[in-house]
């Protein structure tokens, strides 16, 4: 909501959806109606990372003597950032290591994808992509009558099966290419639980590795005693953070990034073009521009 339905309907035609989006906050649960094209050539515009390429299904037509008849010159447009168009591909990655698409991980490459079931499980979705290829999936009737209620029966759970099992066919003799990230991303170790920044006090299956955009990561380390009861610390954060700061409070400890500017808005990383640099791939013990180090998982 903080974004709001118009950013997200104008983000989605940039990227490929071409159908009508009702602008409302229930767009995200499956309100409105676009076809599992649209949903592969969008998702395609996230893979490629920074450029919109239309659909087309005829690439020529040549006579009998091979002259060339008629023929698709690929009309490339910018869409988003290549930094927003990383970050989506790596919270799905996500998706795939740790959530409704765990099957898929047995295809064993870097892979990224969303599951979906829409309203009255009228729609079963998962589209899946690599750096090189996005295949969509959907499962459902052509006259909008529901599948049924069964617990069982979800996107995650019922396509991304068939869904891998067809993959690895196509994808066996392919290149298990990664995604790569672009300049101005960077790396910080999380403590899952809390969301904040992780201590070696931190349960190591607790911390996971995000990626955010430069001057947007955080800066707090985690407050959680991980050797007590979790749910009250949580819910005394989640008080605190409705409350606002109490005056005379300790301040939190910050990292040594705390002074990067943390105000880019969302319409400035989806339009953000900027080349200034930040290795992603530095040794051990180097520090980054903004004076942090970089985390190294092992």
């Given amino acids: ?24 906050p ?10 599992p094209l649209e949903m592969a050539n969008a998702f395609g515009t996230f893979a490629i990372g920074v450029i919109h390429v239309p659909h087309y ?5 040549e006579d009998k003597h091979g002259r060339v008849l008629e023929e698709h010159v690929p009309q490339e447009r910018e869409a988003i950032s290549p930094q927003f168009a990383y970050l989506l591909s790596y919270l799905m990655e996500g998706v795939v290591q740790q959530g409704t698409a765990r099957y898929a991980k047995r295809l064993n490459r870097p892979l990224a ?8 499980n009228k729609d079963l979705w998962f589209v899946g992509f690599t750096p090189d290829l996005v295949s969509a999936a959907w499962m459902g009737y ?8 069964p617990s069982d029966i979800t996107g995650g759970s019922t396509v991304v099966p068939w869904w891998t099992e067809i993959m690895s066919q196509i994808l066996k003799d392919k290149p298990k ?8 991303i960077v790396f910080r170790p999380i403590d899952k639980i809390s969301g904040f920044l992780a201590l070696p006090t931190c349960p190591k299956s607790n911390v996971i ?19 007590k009861p979790i749910g009250p610390q949580i819910a005394k954060l989640l008080a605190a953070q409705q409350e606002g700061p109490t005056p005379g409070a300790e301040k939190p400890v910050a990292t040594p990034s705390s002074s990067a500017n943390p105000s880019s808005t969302p319409e400035e ?15 051990a013990g180097e520090e980054n521009s903004d004076g942090s180090t970089p985390f190294i998982l092992e």
Avoid: W
Wanted: net charge negative; proline share 7%.
């Fill in 1 to 24: 909501m903080k974004i709001g339905p118009p950013l997200v309907v104008d983000l989605a035609h940039r990227a490929g959806i071409f159908s009508h989006l009702d602008s409302v």
């Fill in 26 to 35: 229930s767009l995200g649960l499956g309100s409105s109606v676009v076809s």
């Fill in 57 to 61: 299904t005829i690439e020529r037509v």
């Fill in 113 to 120: 994808g969303k599951t979906g079931t829409t309203n009255d």
């Fill in 142 to 149: 052509d006259d909008f009558t529901s599948l049924g209620r």
């Fill in 177 to 184: 290419d990664d995604f790569l990230a672009p300049d101005r």
């Fill in 209 to 227: 590795l995000e990626a955010y955009h430069q001057g947007m990561a955080p800066t707090t380390y985690c407050p959680l005693d991980h050797s």
């Fill in 269 to 283: 990383i989806l339009s953000s073009s900027s080349t200034d640099s930040i290795p992603n791939n530095q040794p």
